[in-house]
């Protein structure tokens, strides 16, 4: 089993957890996993303890969970993205990486590999949230980004709430540069998922026009996969290391 650390990479207090070859100090395929919202690192230990060898596994708090900085929320794909770019970068002499977004981790890494398209090798993405159409508000939501309501929040609810609440513009203009991904995109999706309904695969088949995508379906599966369904998240990393080398 994988051994665990945490470690603080960027000027902006990105907290990371990590497994497997130091990625500073030796030259091993950088495999990063992100979470969703609200979520944090420790959502991805499972895969960090029992994840692929020979590579270094990767699991970031995003900005504004977990222990990174800031401390509220930090609003835009390309913000997010931008903050997690030196992963990407630890050593120059590791391969590109492997991406790995849950739920709306997956749009992050996927304008991620927009921004860096040269330092992604293949996407997992696993139960994401990518068509603008199937984003619902609660009625409360609104009310809850409001003084004095929203300070009394837990912090990882507050700035979940308020990324949802700008999300669908973002995944708007998220739309229009994703056919620019020439990555392999493996994408993992319960047919049973309720937070991101299963007519997200078919949307991103529509847009993913310049990508080699292959889909694992998994019938009757809802929306926690990496806690549900371990093992095919596992065999989708897999899959996505094939690709990679074929």
């Keep these: 089993m994988n051994q665990v650390h945490r470690l603080s990479v960027g ?3 990105l907290s990371v957890l990590a497994a497997g070859p130091d990625p500073v100090e030796q030259a091993a395929r950088p495999i990063i996993m992100v979470h969703g919202t609200p979520g944090s690192a420790g959502g991805w230990r499972w895969f ?31 913000a997010q993205a931008g ?16 991406l790995v977004g ?7 890494v996927a ?11 293949a996407l997992v993405l696993v139960a994401t949230s990518f068509d603008p159409d199937l984003e619902h508000q609660h009625p409360l939501q609104p009310w809850a980004d409001r003084e004095p309501w929203r300070r009394l929040l837990p912090r990882p609810l507050r700035n979940a709430n308020r990324e949802l609440l700008t999300i669908v513009p973002e995944l708007r203009a998220l739309a229009r540069d994703l056919g620019q991904l020439r990555c392999p995109v493996v994408i993992l999706h319960g047919t049973a998922d309720r937070e991101s309904p299963y007519g997200n695969v078919a949307y991103l088949q529509r847009h993913l026009t310049h990508a080699m995508v292959e889909v694992r379906t998994l019938e009757g599966a809802g929306h926690f996969l990496p806690w549900t369904r371990r093992r095919d998240v596992l065999a989708a990393i897999e899959r996505a290391r094939a690709l990679c080398a074929a």
């Design 11 to 13: 000027a902006h207090g």
């Design 48 to 78: 960090l303890g029992h994840g692929p060898k020979g590579v270094s596994l990767l699991a970031p708090d995003r900005p504004g969970f977990g222990r990174s900085e800031p401390k509220q929320a930090l609003i835009g794909l390309k």
């Design 83 to 98: 903050r997690l770019a030196p992963l990407l970068s630890l050593n120059p002499a590791n391969p590109p990486a492997i």
């Design 102 to 108: 849950h739920s709306m981790g997956g749009p992050v």
């Design 111 to 121: 304008r991620l590999a927009l921004e860096q398209p040269h330092r992604v090798a």
